[in-house]
């Protein structure tokens, strides 16, 4: 590189402006796809998010980036079917098409809902992505669907991550928020401005070893290291299928959908077994009683 590329590079850099790594980078790859300016498919002046709890009838667990590259989509695929074992779940890729992770993550294709979605299933998952490029940059809502009471999953990626938070006013609101970071000291330094403009107390995805090298521990910034006291930080282990493979139909391998069930359990609460009733036998004179649900 040329000394004047070099300088341009490092007041791009001072400017927050990077080249995109999609959200459908796996988690668990390295790898970097200079392909746009990252936050460029939104406005950043865009009004409320359309995936707010009071609009969708439902809970929100909304899987932002806390770093270019962090791997989103893999995260997200494995908290939705942590949480898909209990109640009914929809996963929306709010990723431009050519950008999305979750492209081959369907094992059932279902075709287009109006012109905006694409549903799919992946076992008990509703999986559903763009269709296309929001032309204005608007954020379409999510789409309708006929249960009364569902819990979304929404993966932000890279892009929209950015959007949100270049937004005037807090759009990161009512949801249960996850961030992805690397366990690297460039990207836990980069995932600590991401968590500072955050109110609550997010969920953190580390991927990575279960053992932060020193020099990591060291770039922790103070929010990150309240999260980790907390026990809100989550390991997600490093898979080398994945990290050629990309998502697809296949199972998850288990690590990493344990690592998704675990922080299932500190987002939304399991729900409560049905009660218990009990009534008599059927056979008369015997004394016995039997449980039913």
């Not at 990723?95 to 369907?106: H, I, M, Y």
């Not at 249960?147 to 990626?157: K, N, Q, S, Y």
């Not at 009660?275 to 015997?286: D, L, V, Y």
């Amino acid at each position: 590189m040329t000394v004047e590329a070099l300088r341009g590079a490092v007041i791009a850099i001072r400017a927050g402006i990077f080249d995109e790594v999609s959200g459908d980078d796996v988690v668990c790859t390295g790898q970097v796809s200079g392909t746009a300016v990252a936050g460029s498919a939104y406005r950043s002046d865009a009004g409320p998010t359309p995936w707010a709890a009071g609009d969708v009838g439902g809970p929100v667990v909304l899987i932002v980036a806390g770093h270019a590259g962090a791997g989103a989509s893999t995260v997200a695929l494995a908290v939705a079917e942590g949480l898909a074992e209990s109640r009914r779940v929809q996963l929306i890729d709010y990723a431009e098409p050519v950008r999305s992770g979750l492209t081959a993550a369907s094992t059932i294709e279902l075709g287009t809902d109006g012109a905006e979605w694409r549903r799919g299933r992946r076992g008990r998952l509703d999986v559903v992505r763009l269709a296309r490029r929001p032309g204005d940059g608007e954020l379409p809502p999510p789409p309708e669907t006929d249960a009364t009471a569902r819990l979304l999953v929404v993966d932000a990626g890279w892009s929209l991550t950015t959007a949100l938070l270049d937004s005037p006013g807090p759009l990161i609101q009512d949801a249960n928020v996850v961030v992805v970071t690397r366990v690297t000291v460039p990207a836990v330094r980069q995932a600590e401005h991401v968590l500072a403009a955050l109110a609550d107390e997010p969920v953190v995805a580390a991927v990575g070893p279960a053992r932060w090298p020193r020099a990591v521990q060291a770039s922790c910034g103070p929010r990150l290291r309240e999260l980790r006291s907390l026990g809100r930080v989550v390991r997600v282990p490093v898979d080398r299928r994945l990290e050629t493979a990309g998502l697809n139909g296949d199972r998850l391998p288990k690590p990493v959908a344990s690592a998704g069930q675990s922080m299932a359990a500190l987002l939304v609460p399991a729900e409560d077994p049905q009660p218990r009733h009990r009534r008599r036998a059927g056979r008369a004179g015997t004394g016995c009683t039997e449980e039913i649900r």
